[in-house]
């Protein structure tokens, strides 16, 4: 006899109070009930229910052997609805959050590609740099850049960020182009003004060379697209995302600087908050972004 349905009838024999009251719930006969926990103490070798004439009482055996059972029906329920959900088209309005230049750059040609593969899917996106609260600002998913924070949050690696530097070739040609991050010291970094770290860059280059470099200029800004049209300008060197520059680089507008190093790659996710039943929006744009950036 199926283990499940016989944990169900237990489970309703419980509920409802005795055999005969479970029985014609269930449409099936007394003696059918009875089989079913006779079956299930046989199996566990242990009473489960102490029978009088009038109502049956739960062993320590059986009562813990109940809310066991009351578990595992409704994970079953969960799990079978959870497919069922998963197999739908995915449909309602995705409420995200993300970095303003990785958003703007990156995320938003990649959730055009998404709307144009589910039609019955509306997407509200937020950039902002602050760390926002993901739950309480009623957002399904977010991009985080940098140390995670929130433990209460799912979060799935995605490919590092990672920072590159570059200048317009006048500025260069001016300058001189540097051959070590050391020589940054004595040209004009464009600086972000909310950087923790403002006036201190921390290279990568080859086989993991690392170097620390104190830089100066005469221009800082918070925002990065701002630092963007300084460097084009010939202000100085920039430190920018690479998908903020690539264009510009690959247009001969900037020119790569010390191509080898980079800024130490910075750690991003996909974050979003524990789901036991995810809807096939979610679970959809969920897998959709991690084959993109993952």
């Known amino acids: 006899m199926d283990k499940l349905a016989g944990m169900a009838m237990f489970v309703r024999v419980v509920e409802e109070g005795s055999f005969a009251?479970?029985?014609?719930?269930?449409?099936?006969?007394?003696?059918?009930?009875?089989?079913?926990?006779?079956?299930?103490?046989?199996?566990?070798?242990?009473?489960?229910?102490?029978?009088?004439?009038r109502r049956h009482q739960l062993t320590e055996v059986g009562r813990l052997y109940y809310e066991r059972c009351k578990t595992a029906l409704a994970e079953v329920a969960l799990a079978e609805a959870s497919a069922s959900e998963l197999q739908a088209n995915p449909r309602g309005r995705l409420r995200m959050v993300a970095p303003v230049s990785f958003g703007?750059?990156?995320?938003?040609?990649?959730?055009?590609?998404?709307?144009?593969?589910?039609?019955?899917?509306?997407?509200?996106?937020?950039?902002?740099?602050?760390?926002?609260?993901?739950?309480?600002?009623?957002?399904?998913?977010?991009?985080?850049?940098?140390?995670?924070?929130?433990?209460?949050?799912?979060?799935?690696?995605?490919?590092?960020?990672?920072?590159?530097?570059?200048?317009?070739?006048?500025?260069?040609?001016?300058?001189?182009?540097?051959?070590?991050?050391?020589?940054?010291?004595?040209?004009?970094?464009?600086?972000?003004?909310?950087?923790?770290?403002?006036?201190?860059?921390?290279?990568?280059?080859?086989?993991g060379e690392t170097c620390t470099v104190n830089i100066g200029g005469r221009f800082t800004t918070n925002q990065g697209s701002?630092?963007?049209?300084?460097?084009?300008?010939?202000?100085g060197i920039v430190l920018q995302p690479e998908l903020l520059l690539i264009n510009d680089i690959e247009a001969g507008r900037l020119e790569p600087v010390l191509p080898l190093w980079s800024y130490r790659p910075t750690p991003m996710h996909l974050v979003y908050a524990p789901d036991r039943r995810p809807t096939a929006m979610l679970r959809s744009a969920i897998d959709f972004l991690l084959a993109r950036f993952g």
């Open 21 to 53: 009251a479970a029985a014609e719930t269930s449409r099936v006969s007394a003696t059918m009930v009875a089989k079913h926990v006779r079956q299930i103490e046989q199996r566990l070798g242990a009473r489960l229910l102490h029978r009088t004439t």
């Open 104 to 207: 703007s750059e990156s995320l938003v040609p990649a959730l055009v590609d998404y709307l144009q593969r589910h039609l019955d899917v509306t997407v509200d996106l937020v950039l902002d740099n602050r760390t926002v609260d993901l739950i309480g600002e009623g957002c399904e998913l977010g991009i985080h850049i940098g140390d995670l924070t929130d433990e209460n949050l799912v979060a799935r690696p995605l490919k590092p960020y990672r920072r590159i530097l570059a200048a317009a070739p006048c500025y260069l040609d001016r300058r001189g182009r540097p051959q070590h991050p050391r020589e940054l010291g004595d040209h004009d970094c464009l600086g972000h003004a909310y950087w923790r770290t403002q006036g201190i860059w921390h290279l990568v280059g080859p086989d």
């Open 226 to 235: 701002a630092l963007r049209v300084a460097a084009l300008h010939g202000a």
